[in-house]
């Protein structure tokens, strides 16, 4: 069955540069969430959309933004790297709104150096 | 502030032990609970979940829930672990009047089965 695929699955880069990660939900899948997870720690929601329009926002720094477009598939983009932004970003997808549960994919591993 | 604990950080068992692990929010109202777990490098799975009906739900590897709503709890349990069992276990929670679906994850339990 399909999953959830994210990419990629690893990215370094320096400080102040720039990072896109991207999500592919599941076909059918109409909702996208961001989580941020650093080393030894729990999942902290960053963004979600459903159908395209952004839903709900948690602790999502102002040099990040996301999207997701009319494929469903959604990117976040990431400015002014710090070495803080080292994390796993995984995002998961469901249909309506996790009515049905949600499907998580492998995550991006970003390192700043 | 709305949160799930998992007051047991860091567990270490042997083959063949029982396990409960615990898990409580502080969310009133209807919610929909998970327990999912994270082998090392890999994601999230689910291994079971509760929206309505028999507060006992049983999941897969013989993982089983109780939902004690009385208590804000949703003890994970399992009769007999195995070394396989090592893994990171995350209790999440959804509010069920949510209109967004996102999940509150709890800080996570190391589990580590000695064989």
């Known amino acids: 069955a399909a999953g959830v695929i994210q990419s990629p699955r690893h990215l370094i880069k320096e400080k102040r540069e720039t990072a896109t990660l991207k999500c592919y939900p599941i076909?059918?899948?109409?909702?996208v969430y961001w989580y941020q997870q650093g080393p030894g720690q729990d999942p902290q929601f960053l963004i979600s959309?459903?159908?395209?329009?952004?839903?709900d926002k948690g602790s999502i720094p102002d040099r990040f933004s996301a999207q997701q477009f009319s494929d469903y598939h959604s990117e976040l983009n990431m400015s002014s790297l710090e070495l803080g932004d080292s994390a796993l970003y995984f995002c998961?997808?469901?249909?309506?709104?996790?009515?049905?549960?949600?499907?998580f994919g492998s995550g991006t591993r970003l390192t700043v150096v | 502030a709305q949160s799930v604990s998992q007051h047991n950080h860091h567990v270490i068992l042997s083959e063949a032990a029982s396990l409960e692990l615990g898990c409580n929010y502080s969310y009133g109202g209807t919610v929909n609970l998970f327990w999912y777990v994270q082998y090392p490098g890999q994601h999230l799975q689910l291994l079971l979940k509760?929206?309505?009906?028999?507060?006992l739900v049983k999941g897969i590897k013989g993982f089983e829930a109780e939902f004690i709503k009385s208590k804000f709890s949703f003890n994970l349990r399992k009769p007999s672990v195995q070394w396989s069992d090592t893994a990171e276990y995350f209790c999440?929670?959804?509010?069920?009047?949510?209109?967004?679906?996102?999940?509150?994850f709890g800080q996570g339990t190391t589990l580590q089965v000695k064989p």
């Open positions: 509760y929206f309505s009906g028999d507060p």
């Open positions: 076909p059918r899948h109409d909702t």
């Open positions: 999440a929670v959804n509010r069920g009047s949510s209109n967004t679906g996102k999940l509150i």
């Open positions: 998961a997808s469901s249909y309506r709104i996790g009515a049905n549960g949600y499907t």
């Open positions: 959309f459903y159908e395209k329009m952004q839903s």
